[in-house]
């Protein structure tokens, strides 16, 4: 089968994830939409590795999965604590960075 | 190899500064003995530099230390001192004893500020004068662009804090709005600086830039980038020469303060309290006139020729224009600071005249300006401390109630305006004639500034120490045992270089002559050849016998 | 011998630094510490002097040199002094006619307070007008210049708690600083000309250099001469100086200080004989104020400022002496010496009268005093005759010859300056008559329930009895064989003038005008009787009591003008340099504000942010790769 698909899938999937950031409010949501990106990426480092021939790619593949979990780690831990603070998961509320 | 006498002057005070901070909240008359005894030493040392120093010496740089530091940028701890930073350094570290003396009580805190054990001004105050002390005097030691742009550079951080977070007591009244004033104050010098600093540094790659390209390895030395250029292995293009120059240039002229670029000045001092306001215009602007002599003209020579005509107008512009402003001021600071604009328009008058003179009586004028502009601005600020007002019309008859502060600040006026017998009179006499043997017109319109000083100085004194006494003054005392100490030597200092300044041209004159030989200008011969008189006394011998040679 | 020289400025400088710096414990014995070391610099004159004759007239000079003041390249200034038969004659008057005023002093300033300092003052004084007389170069000179001219403010303005006092202390040292900056930038010139400044070689070479420097040097040394010796334009300190305590007025302000300039023309002889312009200037420049101060002296109805007005006028004849060359030089300091004596004597005279009437200076508040102060009477009367050239008199031997060698001038120019000495000579009869009937003569016109006029103590009236002799004889004194043109001859040079008209007709016209004003005079305040408030007067007598308006305008052209000027600078400095400095910081502050816009703080807005970033990073690249 031609591994140019799988690119395919991949960008496919990274829209998906992309435009799911960009519109859900839901923070969990938007999460699960960064991981879907992450993804994405990661199979389309696993397909180029495996156009080319090389491990590169796999290795890359590793390192963002361990990236990957440790975010899920620290982020799913503030979404939490903002849950129980203010009753609520969206994201437009958590806007007092800004001046 | 030798005691690196150099690195022990400047890291004296650093030691001591670190020393003094560190002391508890509750030793504050100990910070400040440690600080004095520190700065003592230092001057100690300084004086030892200068008296093993020889000015006959061939080699232009003395107790030269050289070591790697970041050798990938070619960057070397480089110090070395000639007979101009010698003399400085020891104003510098004349001045510090007599600043620490003076803000004994400048940074106490209020007596009815709740007690903190963390909360340490005094302890902060004399370290971080102590801290500015020993960039400046690394500064004047630096013979490495590298290693003085970055101690030039981070005088600011102290300078910052002593002007931001000390000021003279308001005596109750909108201690908010002095306190805000101070901080934009010290945010203006901070910025000013800053800037000027910026764009030095783009210079100071752009000149490493040059060499790397010329000479294989890139070098920051002064002494190596002067010898490739005298041995014709360095060659700076005209246009990057110039740009280099200017970057360096403006720089120096936020530090010294030139016209236009004077307006941190007076706020700057103006809020300060008086020991800091000295410590800005005698000690760290010396920085920026001291350095316009050393790098610019000689890692620049033909650039300074090629700037000579538009900087001598804005030190032209400087002297009048500063001493116009000093006329019209209200407030007693602000009214140095002005004054001293104009004396810096002396100095780098004198520096660009391109004569021995001139440069000469600019280092001169250097020391002797910072030597009575403290001494005029510390018994300024024993005034202001005792009434609580920097307006000059809070004033009057104080000659009547105070005869010893009023005799002092007349001295210090009197040496500000130049009277012969004082110290400046000697500078600044020399840098006119400096001028006026070159640029004639330049320096006849520079003459009036002596006309303006007098101006400035006299209204000064008549509208502070003469008249009726008014009510609020008739209690002030007058100096104490502590005042006296720090401004009679000061007196004795300006009296007696007024008379005998020998021994610092004779540390100044080589130095001088240096100089001038790198950016190749000669003095102009006089237009009628004066031969030896009968009875005309010595003078006519000394001048045939100097003929005499210069034709062999 | 020659090491003696520096002990005569060492003495007073020695008293002023004792006095000043003594403190308290010297206020009971401070005047006579003070006196003291005036004696003692007259004293070591005296013998200098006696030394002095001893020699032939070519060797009298003597050269000391202490040590190099300023060494940088080829300028070299010297501690250096030098003692000629020029310097010597004002050594002796600074150091005579000061010792005397000191002790004057003694019983004048009594009851001040303040006496020590005011001693100090005066030793200080001394101390730098004799350094101004023994430089042996511009520089040194210029030193002892700007030292009278602390030690002149310092003493105008003794009274400090009075504004007026303050006021004119300032005034007269700005003036003066204005004539400094001419003799400042004269050293500067002969610096880049001859290379050197001190006396010899200067004047050796004088010939070698262009007319165009020379005439520069000339009119520059002039205008350092009329700031120092009020002369027109630079004149307006002298009347307010008047503010200083009367022995000061004496000292300074009459007998020694405002003659310096006269010294620096003189002193400057070889430059000013080969500037035959500067000449010129310099003779007009005294003419002018010669009638200038005689005019304003006619109308000024306080005793000082009356006298001050004389003075003015009569250093106008010393500098128009010495502006016509080797025919003069003598004369004007000649002049200069017995001018001295008498108006020493006349102002000491007035300290007296003022001593005795609770300190008025109002001449319509006096008359009739000859019979209360008998010793001031006839003291301040001999200086009366001397200063009109009473014949037999100081004044008439030497103002004779100037007016003789104002005629020998020639031609047109000849005519206009003798007639304008001549008419000078007329007002001086006319307003010293006035000020002595006004004062001396005519009926009380004081109350006699509140003052009281007494003769002063005999610590005044010696000086003055004194410096009578000195009015009295040392004209003529001078004058036999000549006596002093030949002691200044090896200095000064002197040629015997051509006069168009004989030395007789002179003499003869003198005492005509001299009759004639006298005669004037006693019309107006001798015959009829002097009201005690001023009338109006003309246009003239008010424009006069205003100095001419050369106040008035100073008032309106330069503190006007330089109000305006600082006003405007201040704002310029506030708005446009610090403006352009704040505006810079505002307009970075307004783009940082624009730009903060952009932080909504919604995450979604930053995730659209970055996803733009990327894909304009990604389009750059392939745009970049497709080039």
Redesign the interface.
């Known amino acids: 089968m031609n591994p140019v698909y799988y690119l395919y899938l991949a960008a496919l999937l990274f829209t998906i994830g992309a435009a799911g950031v960009l519109i859900r409010r839901n923070a969990i949501v938007v999460f699960m939409c960064i991981e879907l990106m992450l993804n994405a990426c990661n199979l389309a480092f696993v397909t180029f590795s495996r156009m080319h021939g090389n491990l590169d790619g796999q290795i890359i593949a590793f390192f963002t999965m361990v990236v990957a979990a440790a975010e899920v780690v620290v982020g799913l831990a503030i979404i939490v604590s903002i849950f129980r603070t203010r009753h609520t998961a969206s994201v437009d509320d958590a806007s007092l960075m800004k001046l | 190899m030798s005691f690196p006498l150099l690195t022990v002057v400047a890291a004296v005070p650093a030691a001591g500064a670190v020393a003094t901070a560190a002391l508890p909240a509750a030793r504050r008359t100990a910070a400040k003995w440690l600080a004095l005894l520190v700065s003592v030493v230092t001057f100690a040392l300084a004086l030892v530099v200068a008296f093993r120093f020889d000015p006959g010496s061939k080699s232009p740089y003395q107790f030269t230390e050289s070591h790697a530091w970041i050798s990938d940028f070619g960057v070397r701890y480089a110090l070395g001192v000639d007979g101009i930073a010698v003399a400085l350094i020891a104003l510098t570290t004349l001045l510090i004893p007599f600043i620490i003396l003076a803000g004994w009580h400048d940074a106490d805190p209020l007596e009815e500020a709740a007690p903190n054990r963390r909360w340490r001004p005094t302890q902060g105050f004399f370290a971080l004068i102590l801290a500015v002390e020993a960039m400046v005097v690394i500064s004047f030691e630096a013979t490495d662009v590298f290693v003085f742009y970055l101690f030039f550079e981070a005088m600011l951080i102290p300078m910052y804090f002593l002007i931001g977070g000390f000021g003279d007591r308001a005596g109750g009244e909108d201690e908010d709005g002095a306190a805000r004033r101070r901080s934009n104050a010290a945010v ?1 010098f901070l ?2 600086n800053l800037a000027g600093g910026l764009i030095m540094l783009a210079a100071v790659i752009g000149l490493y830039a040059v060499t790397a390209d010329q000479l294989g390895s890139g070098t920051f030395s002064l002494q190596q980038i002067v010898e490739a250029r005298a041995a014709g292995r360095l060659h700076i293009g005209t246009g990057t020469e110039r740009l280099l120059f200017l970057g360096f240039f403006f720089a120096f002229a936020v530090k010294a303060p030139l ?2 670029l ?3 000045l007076p706020g700057a001092m103006g809020e300060s309290t008086s020991p800091v306001a000295v410590l800005i215009t005698a000690v760290v602007d010396k920085v920026g006139t001291f350095a316009m002599l050393r790098f610019c003209l000689q890692l620049f020579p033909e650039a300074s020729s090629w700037a000579t005509p538009v900087i001598l107008v804005l030190a032209l512009i400087s002297v009048l ?1 500063g001493a ?2 000093a ?2 001021q209200r407030d007693i600071k602000r009214l140095i600071a002005y004054a001293s604009i104009s004396h810096f328009g002396f100095i780098i008058l004198g520096i660009f005249a391109m ?3 001139g440069q ?2 600019a280092t001169l004028y250097m020391v002797n300006h910072g030597i009575s502009t403290a001494a005029l601005m510390l018994v300024a600020g024993f005034l202001i401390s005792r009434r609580g007002s920097r307006l000059i019309a809070d004033y009057g ?1 104080v ?2 109630v105070a005869p010893i502060l009023a ?1 002092t600040f007349l001295i210090g006026g ?1 040496a500000t305006l130049s ?3 004082l110290a400046p ?2 500078s600044e ?2 840098v ?2 400096g001028t ?2 070159r640029y ?1 017109v330049i ?2 319109i520079a ?2 500034g ?2 303006l000083a ?2 400035y100085v ?2 000064l004194y ?1 509208r502070t ?5 008014k009510p609020q003054v008739s209690g002030l005392p007058d100096l104490r045992v502590r005042e006296l100490v720090v401004v009679a030597p000061l007196i004795a200092l300006l009296l007696f270089l007024g ?4 021994p610092l ?2 540390l100044v ?1 080589p130095a ?2 240096h100089t001038l030989s790198v950016v190749d200008k000669k ?9 030896a ?1 009968p ?6 011998h ?2 045939r016998e ?1 003929d005499v040679e210069a034709a062999k | 011998m020659e090491n003696l020289i520096a002990l005569l400025v060492a003495a007073p400088l020695v008293g002023a630094a004792l006095l ?1 710096c003594g403190g308290k414990r010297l206020d009971r014995t401070g005047h006579l510490i003070g006196t003291l070391f005036s004696v003692a610099s007259f004293a070591l004159g005296v013998v200098l002097f006696a030394d002095m004759l001893g020699k032939g007239a070519g060797d009298r ?1 003597l ?1 000391q ?1 202490l ?10 200034a ?3 002094f ?1 003692l000629d038969q020029l310097s010597m004659t004002f050594v002796l008057l600074i150091t005579g006619v000061g010792s005397l005023i000191h002790i004057y002093s003694i019983g004048y300033m009594e009851h001040d307070e303040r006496r020590r300092r005011f001693f100090g003052y005066l030793n200080l004084f001394l101390a730098a007008m004799l350094l101004l007389v023994l430089a ?2 511009y ?1 040194l000179l ?2 002892g ?3 009278v001219g ?1 030690a002149s ?1 310092l003493l105008i ?1 003794f009274w ?4 007026s ?3 004119a202390a ?1 005034k007269a ?2 003036v003066n ?2 004539g ?2 001419g003799l ?2 004269a ?3 002969m ?6 400044f ?8 004088t010939d ?3 007319q165009g ?1 020379l005439t520069a040097l000339g009119l520059l040394l002039l205008l350092g001469a009329c700031g120092k010796s009020a002369q027109v334009p630079l004149q307006s300190w002298l009347g307010d100086a008047m503010e200083g305590p009367t022995p000061v007025s004496a000292l300074i302000h009459a007998a020694t200080m405002v003659t310096a300039g006269v010294y620096l023309i003189t002193r400057s002889g070889a430059i000013f004989n080969a500037a035959p312009t500067a000449q010129l200037a310099v003779v007009v420049v005294g003419a002018v104020t010669l009638l200038f101060g005689a005019i304003v002296g006619c109308a000024k109805d306080d005793i000082k400022k009356a006298l001050a007005g004389s003075t003015m006028s009569q250093i106008g004849y010393m500098i128009l002496a010495a502006g016509l060359g080797p025919i003069g030089y003598a004369f004007a300091i000649m002049h200069l010496v017995t001018h001295g004596f008498f108006k020493a004597g006349l102002f000491l005279g007035a300290g007296s009268v003022m001593h005795g009437m609770n300190d008025e200076v109002d001449m319509r508040r006096y008359g009739g005093l000859r019979k209360y102060m008998p010793v001031t009477f006839i003291t301040f009367g001999l200086g009366y005759l001397a200063i009109i050239g009473f014949p037999g008199l100081s004044g008439f031997f030497s103002k004779d010859k100037i007016i003789e060698a104002a005629f020998a001038r020639g031609g047109t120019e000849g005519w206009i300056l003798g007639g304008a000495a001549l008419l000078g000579a007329a007002i001086t009869a006319f307003y010293m008559t006035r000020v002595m009937l006004m004062t001396f003569f005519g009926e009380k016109r004081w109350d006699p329930a509140e003052v009281h006029p007494h003769e002063s103590p005999k610590v005044m009236t010696l000086p003055m009895i004194v410096l009578a002799f000195g009015s009295v004889f040392a004209g003529g004194l001078f004058s036999i064989n000549e006596a002093f043109v030949k002691w200044l001859e090896p200095v000064t040079s002197f040629a015997h003038g051509h006069s168009p008209v004989s030395a007789t007709t002179v003499t003869a016209a003198t005492m005509v005008v001299l009759v004639i004003g006298v005669g004037i005079a006693w019309g107006m305040y001798g015959r009829k009787p002097v009201p005690a408030l001023a009338p109006r007067g003309s246009l003239l007598t008010r424009a006069a009591r205003r100095d001419l308006l050369q106040d008035d305008f100073n008032h309106v052209v330069f503190v006007r003008g ?2 305006e ?3 405007t ?2 704002q310029l ?1 506030r708005s446009v ?2 403006g ?2 704040n505006g810079t ?1 505002a307009a970075m502050g307004g783009l940082s504000g624009l730009l903060r816009q952009l932080q909504t703080g919604f995450v979604r807005s930053y995730a659209v942010q970055m996803l733009g970033g990327a894909a304009v990073l990604v389009a750059a690249t392939l745009l970049m790769r497709g080039v």
């Not at chain 3, 001190?198 to 070479?205: K, T």
């Open positions: 203006k910025l000013y016209w236009p004077h307006t941190w224009y116009l402003l006329v019209a004569t021995s003179q000469g009586g008859g000659q009547k005799g009197l009277l012969p017998g009179f000697v006499f020399l006119l004639v006026f043997s004639p320096g006849i003459t009036l002596i006309v007098a101006l006299l209204v008549q120490m003469t008249g009726p006494v008379v005998y300044p020998k041209t004779d004159n001088v002559d003095d102009p011969k006089p237009t009628v050849q004066v031969d008189v009875g005309g006394g010595r003078h006519g000394a001048v100097q | 000043l000079a050269h040199q040590f190099t003041w300023i060494p940088v390249g080829g300028f070299r010297d501690i250096a030098q042996d170069n520089l210029y030193a210049w700007e030292g602390l403010y303005g400090q708690h009075k504004p006092a303050a006021t300032k040292f700005l600083r204005v400094d900056m400042s930038i050293i500067m010139l610096f880049t000309t001859f290379g050197t001190a006396f010899g070689p200067v004047f050796a070479a070698r250099a262009g420097t330089g109000q000027l600082t006003g600078l201040v400095d340099v610090d352009a400095v910081a």
